[in-house]
């Protein structure tokens, strides 16, 4: 029903920026909410931000707070992972996801869709 393709990962020094970019097509885009996802090596996917349908509602893991925006452009179809302040403990497979319908923060239940992940390397 959508496919998901994220974009903008890469190297960084600590201290530094990424914008990571999650484009969507197959269905409309602003009937989902979307979501951002890490995995580090050895360890869970969790949890990192997500954004409601309008854009009005975003949430935010505790060790990103502050640091990282989630944003959505729906006439892109694209949304946004803006990290700012990268720390090397960020270092991890950044996945988009999204859900249909409203957001359930926190946690993978409700999304669907995944992308395939883009990469994030934060060097000390």
């Known amino acids: 029903q959508v496919h998901l393709v994220e974009s903008g990962g890469g190297l960084v020094q600590a201290g530094g920026s990424l914008r990571l970019s999650c484009a969507a097509s197959?269905?409309?885009?602003?009937?989902?909410?979307m979501g951002w996802f890490r995995q580090a090596p050895g360890k869970e996917r969790e949890f990192v931000a997500a954004?409601?349908?309008?854009?009005?509602?975003?949430y935010y893991t505790d060790s990103v707070n502050g640091r990282f925006t989630i944003s959505r452009d729906n006439a892109k179809n694209t949304v946004y992972l803006q990290m700012n302040s990268l720390k090397p403990e960020d270092t991890a497979v950044y996945f988009c996801?999204?859900?249909?319908?409203?957001?359930?923060?926190?946690?993978?239940?409700?999304?669907?869709?995944w992308g395939q992940g883009t990469q994030v390397t934060v060097s000390s």
């Open positions: 954004i409601s349908l309008s854009g009005v509602s975003t």
């Open positions: 996801a999204a859900q249909w319908g409203a957001v359930i923060p926190g946690t993978e239940v409700g999304f669907d869709y």
């Open positions: 197959g269905r409309t885009f602003s009937s989902y909410a």
